[in-house]
């Protein structure tokens, strides 16, 4: 079983920047593909962006070219930079991993949560 712990998320000032960690428990080389969900008040939970083992990389309309998915897989840990942050977005930020356990199973994993809060 993975289990993903985040951290970084805080009270910043809009146009701030904030950088998101997610640390697995096991090796990222063995998680087919590791993102970072969002979810405000109200809404729904949303794909912001994702990276694959072979650094594939998706963003969200909404924050492409703002922030920036990587991954160090000598510390097993995913990053969200968010740089030019908006108070929409304001939200809990999860992490995501997507994992092949047999040829046709895939096993995912949600992390806590960590919110971040933009103020205007």
């Known amino acids: 079983q993975v289990r993903l712990v985040e951290s970084g998320g805080a009270l910043v000032q809009a146009g701030g920047s904030l950088r998101l960690s997610c640390a697995a428990s096991?090796?990222?080389?063995?998680?087919?593909?590791m993102a970072w969900y969002r979810q405000a008040p109200g809404k729904e939970r949303e794909l912001v962006a994702s990276i694959t083992t072979g650094d594939s990389t998706y963003y969200v309309d909404s924050v492409r070219g703002r922030f920036t998915i990587s991954r160090d897989n000598t510390k097993d840990t995913v990053y969200l930079q968010m740089n030019g942050l908006k108070p929409e977005d304001t939200a809990v930020y999860y992490c995501y991993a997507k994992r092949q356990t047999s040829q046709t199973v895939y096993s995912i994993t949600w992390g806590q949560g960590t919110q971040v809060t933009v103020s205007s």
């Open positions: 096991i090796s990222i080389l063995s998680i087919n593909t």
